[in-house]
């Protein structure tokens, strides 16, 4: 019985990293959703919809939100911006 239970209470986290390497492999940027940080990671679902992993302390919290695909020239001008800007944040 201590087994099984020792499995029940480690094993979510085993899953929650596994699904979230396995996939989530774009950024918030990508879909449009600004104010996130670099460990935040976008799953799509459809086409317009996504889950965003966010990690926490105990895991990683899931949230589904909008998705609006960018292009890769909308992601390369933001890029650019952001090499003009003279704080480099």
């Given at each position: 019985m201590y087994f099984l239970e020792y499995n029940v209470r480690h094993g979510e986290g085993a899953l929650q990293e596994t699904l979230f390497f396995s996939s989530f492999h774009l950024h918030p940027r990508d879909c449009a959703i600004p104010g996130w940080t670099r460990d935040v990671w976008v799953a799509r679902i459809d086409d317009?919809?996504?889950?965003?992993?966010?990690?926490?302390?105990?895991?990683?919290?899931?949230?589904?939100?909008?998705?609006?695909?960018?292009?890769?020239?909308?992601?390369?001008?933001?890029?650019?911006?952001?090499?003009?800007?003279?704080?480099?944040?």
């Amino acid at each position: 019985m201590y087994f099984l239970e020792y499995n029940v209470r480690h094993g979510e986290g085993a899953l929650q990293e596994t699904l979230f390497f396995s996939s989530f492999h774009l950024h918030p940027r990508d879909c449009a959703i600004p104010g996130w940080t670099r460990d935040v990671w976008v799953a799509r679902i459809d086409d317009c919809h996504a889950v965003l992993a966010e990690q926490t302390a105990k895991g990683y919290l899931f949230r589904t939100v909008k998705c609006e695909m960018q292009t890769t020239s909308v992601l390369k001008r933001g890029v650019m911006d952001r090499l003009k800007l003279d704080n480099y944040q």
